[in-house]
């Protein structure tokens, strides 16, 4: 638990409105989350950034999640370019074609039923285990993949935080 306020916290604190907002729409693209948090800066510590976070995130809506999600490109697909996308994934460097073929035909399944991307927290999980986690969603009733979704984005948001106070954290 951090009692203290680190550098990186102060540096959060202390940006201006705009590039806060901007900054936490790079944690998480739903504006609601974003302004959520914004409103509760200054924070003490990095804990009560986190928490605040966490209340966020229980209180979006069906379309603040759509928002959020939208803000994810497919697993086994990172967005070209984009090295939050590309380090999230990096289970998938290296995947076989096979993988990659069986992760795109479970995507769009899970899109067809779903109506949006499949959301996990890939840091630290490889191909295979995404495919299986998304095998295994599948089959589930959408308000209870809704909820899965929501804590999904709540570890995601938690790992970008952390390298937003600290870039040099993994």
Not at 64 to 86: K, N, V, W, Y
Not at 97 to 121: M, P, S, T, W
């Amino acid at each position: 638990m951090t009692t203290t306020s680190t550098p990186g916290l102060t540096r959060f604190n202390a940006l201006e409105e705009n590039a806060a907002r901007a900054a936490l729409r790079e944690v998480c693209a739903s504006g609601t989350w974003a302004e959520h948090v914004l409103a509760a800066r200054p924070y003490a510590t990095d804990d009560d950034l986190y928490a605040a976070s966490d209340a966020a995130m229980a209180e979006l809506t069906a379309d603040d999640l759509g928002e959020a999600m939208a803000g994810h490109p497919p697993i086994g697909r990172p967005e070209p370019g984009d090295p939050t996308s590309a380090r999230e994934q990096s289970g998938m460097a290296g995947a076989s074609a096979a993988l990659r073929a069986d992760l795109l035909e479970l995507n769009l399944a899970y899109q067809e039923k779903f109506g949006h991307v499949f959301l996990i927290c890939a840091t630290g999980r490889t191909g295979e285990q995404m495919r299986d986690a998304l095998r295994a969603r599948i089959g589930n009733a959408p308000e209870r993949e809704r909820e899965i979704v929501r804590t999904e984005l709540g570890k995601i948001n938690r790992i970008r935080l952390v390298r937003l106070l600290d870039p040099e954290e993994d």
